[in-house]
């Protein structure tokens, strides 16, 4: 019986062309989509915790979340006829204004990673663009980038458009260079985390999952 532990491994070293033929093994071996996709995560958790303690940087980071993508683009069929749901649906975008999206991708691959269904707005996104955006997908989680000062006043103004909907069920994560807790408390965001691994941990906390 094959080992998902190899496809572990080459999910969080990065490796796609290894992940991606493992994920096409394994569905050929008739694993579960599910163990298939658990095993993908715990390479994301592993290099996301590694993150965190500073023993890799953002270029592992954005190799191994890659390697998720590719895999997770073989798996998703299989899943989806397996009647798989994700935990819950994510928004995510860089606010008006603001064309910095490297930061904004890592987080949006890594909640993709963590079995959340995201929706990816890109760059320059209005209050209302986030408010549409949440509506229309039911979402739970609404993630909000932000790299310039200049900008944070518009990370401010969605989170108004959002609470003036009153779309309380939906949860709103901050982060970016500039961004601080104490910036969150003051614009009434739910969370604030200052890396893409922590915005993992900080979504399933907000969403009371895991
Ligand atoms: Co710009 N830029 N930039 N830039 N740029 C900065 C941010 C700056 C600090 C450079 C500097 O002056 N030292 C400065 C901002 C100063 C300030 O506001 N205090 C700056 C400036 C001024 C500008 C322009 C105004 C320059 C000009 O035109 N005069 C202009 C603005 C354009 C605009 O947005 N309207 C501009 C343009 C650009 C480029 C287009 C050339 C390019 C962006 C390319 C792109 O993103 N596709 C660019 C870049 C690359 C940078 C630097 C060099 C790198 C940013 C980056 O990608 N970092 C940056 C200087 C620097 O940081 N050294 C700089 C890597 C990335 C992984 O980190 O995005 O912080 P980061 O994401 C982190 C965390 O912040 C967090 O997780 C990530 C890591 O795990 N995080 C979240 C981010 N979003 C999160 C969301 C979350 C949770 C965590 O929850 C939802």
Partial sequence: MMDLKDLTEAIKTGNRTQATSLTQEALDAD?????????????????????KRNEVFVPEMLIA??????????LEPSLVKSGYKP??????GTVQGDLHDIGKNLVSMMWKGSALNVIDLGTNVTPDKFVAAIKEHDAKLVGLSALLTTTMPSMKAT??????EELSDVKILIGGAPVT?????????????????SAVDSAHQLLGIR
């Fill in 31 to 51: 694993l579960t989509p599910q163990s298939i996709l658990d095993a993908m995560v715990v390479g994301m958790d592993e290099i996301g915790d590694k993150f």
């Fill in 87 to 92: 935990l819950a649906t994510a928004v995510i």
């Fill in 159 to 164: 989170v108004e458009a959002i609470k003036s």
């Fill in 181 to 197: 807790q104490s910036f969150a408390d003051q614009i009434g965001a739910d969370g604030y985390s200052p890396d893409a691994a």
């Fill in 65 to 74: 979340a890659r390697a998720m993508n590719e895999s997770m683009a073989i």
